[in-house]
């Protein structure tokens, strides 16, 4: 049984962003440059949403909203292009290339892949939350006590929320095994997870946690100056209101602050493709050491 630990695959995912730093460069690049398209794209629609001449036309606001709108789905669909590259520098390190992107079948093998999981999630979030809504209410019809009906709706909102987490750690491998089979792999996915729901949850938790605290570190940055207004306003609510619209509206405006902005969201998601990209890829190719001459080498 192949050897895979917590470690091993965080030292993968970090190996990756030592080794090649210029991709990870190259991929917070391409990111910065769709935030800043997107921050241009929302100016109008602020604009329109503050001016109350045009906010009381729907048309005029979904004229504003649709380049913004189309523009994440754009940022997404890039999103997903560079985790692949991500997976494909761990899993396929001779590929060569600008950084190891690829705009081909690989990538529509993901998307469709990222689709099917959606779908399913969707379906399965309504269906839980059906007949753990059901059992809440009966719950609650049957107890006079409301401490005791919000804390079992508490733990049925818990429960739902672990089997969420449970299906998508165990079929994690499903992303970067289709990218090295170059078809579309599920229960292989689920097959080579058993027993190793643990390990694969503790990497994915440690690299979320680097996440959020790389993007508070960003948002506080971004947002001082907005907590001080706040602050300053409590008690008035015309005032509070006023230091929100100058937050949405200086977040947005081409400036200085908006570009430092863009810049440090941009290397944390770099950071963050690398990390979760290279993590997932590292933990595959480690329980698949056997199709591999040089397993060890993703290591260090």
């Known amino acids: 049984m192949a050897m895979v630990s917590v470690g091993k695959i965080l030292e993968g995912a970090f190996g990756l962003i030592r080794e090649r730093f210029a991709a990870v460069a190259i991929w917070a690049g391409i990111y910065l440059a769709g935030n800043i398209a997107i921050a241009l794209a929302v100016q ?3 604009g329109t949403a503050m001016d109350p001449a045009t906010a009381g036309d729907p048309n005029a606001v979904i ?3 649709t380049p913004a709108f189309l523009l994440s789905i754009l940022l997404g669909l890039i999103g997903l292009v560079l985790y692949a590259a991500a997976m ?3 899993l396929r390190p001779d590929a ?3 950084a190891y992107l690829r705009l081909g079948m690989d990538e529509l093998r993901l998307l469709v892949l990222l689709i099917l999981f959606a779908v399913v999630a969707l379906i399965l979030w309504v269906i839980l939350g059906f007949a753990l809504g059901l059992l809440g209410l009966g719950v609650a ?5 409301p401490l005791l009906s919000g804390l079992v709706m508490f733990v049925l909102g818990l429960i739902m929320f672990a089997v969420m987490v449970f299906f998508t750690v165990r079929f994690s491998l499903a992303f970067p095994l289709t990218l090295h089979r170059r078809q579309l792999v599920i229960g ?4 080579l997870s058993r027993g190793r729901f643990w390990t694969l949850f503790g990497a994915a938790l440690v690299v979320t946690i680097i996440g959020f605290v790389m993007t508070l570190a960003v948002s506080s940055f971004a947002l001082g100056s907005y907590f001080s207004d706040l602050m300053a306003a409590a008690g008035d609510p015309a005032a509070a209101e006023r230091a929100a619209q100058a937050q949405i509206a200086n977040a947005n405006a081409f400036s200085a602050m908006m570009i430092l902005q863009s810049i440090g969201s941009s290397i944390v998601a770099g950071i963050w493709i690398a990390l979760s990209g290279g993590s997932i890829a590292t933990a595959a190719r480690a329980l698949l050491d056997h199709e591999f001459d040089d397993a060890e080498a993703v290591f260090g």
């Open 96 to 98: 060569g290339g600008v």
């Open 141 to 145: 019809m049957g107890s006079e006590s």
């Open 63 to 65: 004229g504003a909203t």
């Open 188 to 191: 292989e996915a689920w097959t």
């Open 88 to 90: 494909r520098a761990v």
């Open 44 to 46: 109008p629609m602020i």
